[in-house]
């Protein structure tokens, strides 16, 4: 299974960037698929979360401003990016949760993607 990331870049402060990300491989099935990020110097951390019936969960930093969608069926997940802020720059990493690659495989595996990179000027 892997994870490819794309849609980082570099943007205006205000601006507007929109992530995708798609699985690809045997995938039976996938739990939950999110973004996280990491800025330097910091800890990596969860933006946003989507579980296979749509639940989103977002950082509270993010919140009214990212928007978090999938399509189960193309194993795809993406991150609409509003209002950015300098306080978004990160590389952000996808990952998928319990990805099942076997029908009998209950718990599944976590994989990530390679980061993109997100920059927010002021």
């Known amino acids: 299974v892997q994870l490819q990331a794309s849609g980082g870049g570099l943007v205006q402060s205000g601006g507007s960037l929109r992530l995708s990300c798609a699985a690809s491989g045997t995938i039976i099935r996938i739990k939950d698929m999110g973004w996280y990020r990491q800025a330097p110097g910091k800890q990596r951390e969860l933006v946003a979360t989507?579980?296979?019936?749509?639940?989103?969960n977002y950082h509270d930093s993010v919140k009214g401003r990212f928007t978090i969608s999938r399509d189960n069926a193309k194993n795809t997940v993406h991150l609409q990016m509003n209002r950015l802020i300098p306080e978004d720059t990160a590389v952000y990493y996808c990952r998928a949760d319990r990805v099942a690659t076997a029908p009998q495989d209950y718990f599944g595996q976590i994989y990530w993607g390679k980061g993109t990179q997100v920059t927010v000027s002021s």
């Open positions: 989507i579980s296979t019936g749509g639940s989103s």
